[in-house]
Structure formats: structure tokens, C-alpha cells
T-cell receptor, first 107, second 119 residues
């Protein structure tokens, strides 16, 4: 299985801060990487696919980059609605695998 | 829109049967997946079924799961047997787009159904 490792496990920032989350794959996955946002009691919600393509309707303060084994999710100006847990997921090989999640909070 | 249905409380060694009802679109040209989430294992992909009925399962669960598709009823289903306590989780159905162009991703998720396995 391809292991997905996120860092940090949790982070906090002030409104307006830029925050970044890193996701590393145990083997190269090209650009087959997606990012999801999940709030408690809700399903994951797609933000980005293909490592850098923003899903229609997702605020432009979210961006993704990377390829191969290292990927980064950036929130350019942290907003209250961004408080959630963020997951990466590889879609190159079965079984599909997810990172363990990064919890984002406000200071 | 996806909606899971099924029992929420089961005993070890029983069978879990969940159904996902698809509304507002077609079932063709997509893969239909089940993903579960627990505090212990996080998000875990169980497997998927294509619109041709072909299935791919997570090797860790392959011996205990089955999936089926009924396009006339716009539903797909998951069966898991025999259940163990570690199967306690929230189960989501999800639609996978891809897998090459665009790169595979889950663009639509059900709300999830909590399943507890306890004696």
C-alpha cells in the first residue's frame, strides 16, 4: 500500500494568516493527489484534485502544489470557516489511501 | 447526492449490509466506493464497484466484503461478514471520478452512517 504522511498533526493561526500542510507519499504518485476538508459530523469535502486543480466553488485562498512524493496545501488567508481537519489522499493505486489528517484551529 | 442506509447496531459475527442511493445524476462512467472512518484507523478505503460491475477491494478487507450495483434502482451496496468490534466506524459511500483523466478523486460523498459492532 502507498502510505500517506501528513505534517503537522495540528496547527493554529490567526485570521488572515497563511498556513501550509505537507503530505508525503511513500512512493511516487505523479499528480494523483487530492485534498479534502472535514468538519465534525460531516463527510469529507473535496477541495483540490490532481495535486493543484481547485474544485469549482472552492475559495481561491486554497491552493495545492507538488508532484511525485511531496505535496503542499496552502490556505492564503485563514478564515473562521477554515477550522476543520484536512486530509490528503492518493488516487494512483488501489487501495486508495489517506493521510492521518491535520487539524486546523484559530488562535 | 448520495445517501447511506442500513442498521446502526450489530453484533460480532453478524453481517453488515449497507445501501447507497444515488440521486440527481447517472451511475455510468464513475466508480462507486465505500470508505469508513474510525478514531483508530482514520479514513480507510473499503473498495469500489464500477458501472460494469467490476470490483476492487482493499486487501485488508477483501476476504470479508462484497459489493453490488443496481443501476435501475440507482443504488450500490456493501456487505461485510463476519463483523468484528474493530469494524465499528462511520461508513461513507462516495463517487470516484477518474482514474487517469482527471486523476482519481472522490468528488461526492454521502453524509455517512454510524455502525457500532458490540455484543
Amino acid at each position: 500500500d502507498i502510505q500517506m504522511t501528513q505534517s503537522p498533526f495540528a496547527l493554529s493561526g490567526f485570521i488572515g494568516d497563511r498556513v501550509t500542510i505537507t503530505c508525503r507519499a511513500s512512493q511516487t504518485i505523479g499528480d494523483s493527489l487530492s485534498w479534502y476538508k472535514q468538519k465534525p459530523g460531516h463527510p469529507p469535502e473535496l477541495l483540490i484534485y490532481g495535486a493543484s486543480t481547485l474544485k469549482s466553488g472552492v475559495p481561491s485562498r486554497f491552493s495545492g502544489r507538488g508532484s511525485g512524493t511531496e505535496f503542499i496545501l496552502t490556505i492564503d488567508s485563514l478564515q473562521p470557516d477554515d477550522v476543520a481537519t484536512y486530509f490528503c489522499q492518493q488516487g494512483l493505486r488501489a487501495p486508495r489511501t489517506f493521510g492521518q489528517g491535520t487539524k486546523v484551529e484559530l488562535k | 447526492h448520495l445517501q447511506e442506509s442500513g442498521p446502526g447496531l450489530l453484533k460480532p459475527s453478524e453481517i453488515l449490509s449497507l445501501t447507497c442511493t444515488v440521486s440527481g445524476g447517472s451511475m455510468t462512467s464513475f466508480y462507486w466506493s465505500w470508505v469508513r472512518q474510525s478514531a483508530e484507523k482514520g479514513l480507510e478505503w473499503i473498495g469500489r464497484i464500477g458501472d460494469d460491475g467490476n470490483t476492487v477491494f482493499n486487501p485488508s478487507l477483501r476476504s470479508r466484503v462484497a459489493m453490488s450495483l443496481d443501476t435501475s434502482r440507482m443504488q450500490f451496496s456493501l456487505s461485510m461478514f463476519p463483523l468484528v468490534a474493530a469494524d465499528t466506524a462511520v461508513y461513507f459511500c462516495a463517487r470516484e471520478v477518474g482514474p487517469v483523466i482527471p486523476p482519481a478523486h472522490f468528488d461526492l460523498w454521502g453524509q455517512g452512517i454510524a455502525v457500532s459492532v458490540a455484543s
